[in-house]
């Protein structure tokens, strides 16, 4: 755990294009350092770096303050981190991805932070780890990874966020709200936006609305981007499709009314889009 005075340790696991971003953000501040975990980027990442273009915040090598192949690596010299952020893909399917990052969670103050799309992802993380917080986390950003290290990121960067289950929390709240908004502002500071939401269940299936019909779509389609699949009009009208299955679905779990709203406007949002979202 980070001295008063010294950076902010940040353990981000799962570099691809979605982390990467989000680790450059916050390690351009002497605030913050930040080590990340790569897998099959490691020896590219490792040697030269990122080499990220971005529409938004410009073209750059980020060299992250440390490249690790493992979290036992990250923690080999005896590190404890302030955050452990995971943005892999969240595939339950395949077992419980949450012990991954346990040799990185020794102390109950470390916040875990998951940027991940998917509903309930969070359960196995707060089972494993009843005493620290958890940050529920939504991106909403357009980048890719077309060759290892090499990071193609379009004009936003964006995060919804909120604490996972707060009221049965066995940790001091408006503590680990404040360390939260502390990281955030660097984000912020840095052109990353962010807003905290009350129900970041609702949050989370109003992204599914989207990834749930897009990228089903793009699948089917032989794999179209967002303005190929909205020019086609079989194409439009199966995604609108989808996307009131989804919504209704949502709906019926979280018991709020206004997902149905997502439609159009994910509609409209994505005519806006070059790219596929993540």
């Given at each position: 755990?980070?001295?008063?005075?010294?950076?902010?340790?940040?353990?981000?696991?799962?570099?691809?294009?979605?982390?990467?971003?989000?680790?450059?953000?916050?390690?351009?501040?002497?605030?913050?350092?930040?080590?990340?975990?790569?897998?099959?980027?490691?020896?590219?990442?490792?040697?030269?770096?990122?080499?990220?273009?971005?529409?938004?915040?410009?073209?750059?090598?980020?060299?992250?303050?440390?490249?690790?192949?493992?979290?036992?690596?990250?923690?080999?010299?005896?590190?404890?981190?302030?955050?452990?952020?995971?943005?892999?893909?969240?595939?339950?399917?395949?077992?419980?991805?949450?012990?991954?990052?346990?040799?990185?969670?020794?102390?109950?103050?470390?916040?875990?932070?998951?940027?991940?799309?998917?509903?309930?992802?969070?359960?196995?993380?707060?089972?494993?780890?009843?005493?620290?917080?958890?940050?529920?986390?939504?991106?909403?950003?357009?980048?890719?990874?077309?060759?290892?290290?090499?990071?193609?990121?379009?004009?936003?960067?964006?995060?919804?966020?909120?604490?996972?289950?707060?009221t049965t929390a066995n940790y001091d709240v408006d503590?680990?709200?404040?360390?939260?908004?502390?990281?955030?502002?660097?984000?912020?500071?840095?052109?990353?936006?962010?807003?905290?939401?009350?129900?970041?269940?609702?949050?989370?299936?109003?992204?599914?609305?989207?990834?749930?019909?897009?990228?089903?779509?793009?699948?089917?389609?032989?794999?179209?981007?967002?303005?190929?699949?909205?020019?086609?009009?079989?194409?439009?009208?199966?995604i609108r499709s989808m996307m009131v299955e989804v919504?209704?679905?949502?709906?019926?779990?979280?018991?709020?009314?206004?997902?149905?709203?997502?439609?159009?406007?994910?509609?409209?949002?994505?005519?806006?889009?070059?790219?596929?979202?993540?």
């Open positions: 755990m980070s001295a008063p005075d010294s950076p902010t340790k940040v353990l981000l696991v799962g570099a691809g294009a979605l982390g990467s971003v989000y680790a450059w953000r916050l390690d351009v501040s002497s605030k913050i350092q930040v080590t990340t975990v790569c897998r099959s980027n490691y020896e590219t990442v490792k040697e030269n770096g990122f080499h990220i273009i971005s529409h938004a915040f410009g073209d750059e090598v980020y060299r992250p303050h440390k490249v690790v192949r493992t979290i036992d690596e990250a923690v080999a010299d005896g590190d404890v981190y302030d955050f452990v952020i995971v943005c892999t893909k969240a595939l339950p399917n395949l077992g419980d991805t949450s012990s991954i990052i346990a040799p990185a969670v020794r102390d109950p103050r470390t916040i875990i932070m998951l940027i991940q799309n998917g509903i309930g992802i969070e359960d196995p993380y707060a089972a494993r780890y009843p005493n620290n917080p958890i940050v529920s986390t939504i991106a909403y950003i357009d980048a890719s990874q077309p060759t290892d290290g090499t990071i193609d990121h379009g004009n936003f960067a964006v995060l919804d966020m909120g604490l996972f289950s707060p503590s680990a709200m404040a360390r939260v908004k502390d990281l955030c502002q660097v984000w912020g500071d840095h052109g990353v936006v962010y807003k905290f939401s009350e129900d970041i269940q609702k949050a989370r299936w109003a992204k599914l609305v989207w990834n749930a019909s897009f990228n089903t779509a793009s699948v089917v389609s032989g794999g179209n981007d967002t303005q190929q699949m909205l020019a086609n009009p079989e194409c439009k009208a199966l919504y209704k679905a949502g709906e019926a779990v979280t018991g709020a009314s206004c997902l149905r709203s997502m439609v159009g406007l994910v509609l409209i949002r994505s005519s806006r889009t070059q790219r596929h979202v993540l």
